[in-house]
């Protein structure tokens, strides 16, 4: 059965930092290029951050050498290094395939304020 379960989230304050992870079952993991999206209510979510199977990285443009993206293949996880969060990184942070979306999973709240 497929399921990705996401961890992590928190109330920082701006410039703080946190690390997602995600844990994905019922796929073979290591074949597939795994990605962070986010949302803010009434908006689509965004691509955040991907890595290929192999290890290449890719990230929004908002993301300006904030964020780390990284996986374990051997854990079937994919985690996210977030630093000097700032208040419009506030958003449920999800993690899916890049291509071939399984069903979304609830997401992990980030929230960033003073």
């Known amino acids: 059965q497929v399921h990705q379960e996401e961890s992590g989230g928190g109330l920082v304050q701006p410039g703080g930092s946190l690390r997602l992870s995600c844990v994905v079952s019922g796929i073979l993991f290591n074949m597939h290029t795994l990605a962070w999206y986010r949302q803010t209510p009434g908006n689509e979510r965004e691509l955040v951050a991907e890595i290929t199977k192999s290890g290449s990285t890719n990230y929004g443009d908002f993301v300006k050498g904030r964020f780390t993206i990284s996986r374990d293949n051997a854990k079937n996880a994919v985690y996210l290094e977030m630093n000097n969060l700032q208040s419009e990184d506030t958003a449920v942070y999800y993690c899916?395939?890049?291509?071939?979306?399984?069903?979304w999973g609830q997401g992990t709240q980030v929230n960033v304020s003073s």
């Open positions: 899916n395939r890049r291509v071939g979306k399984l069903p």
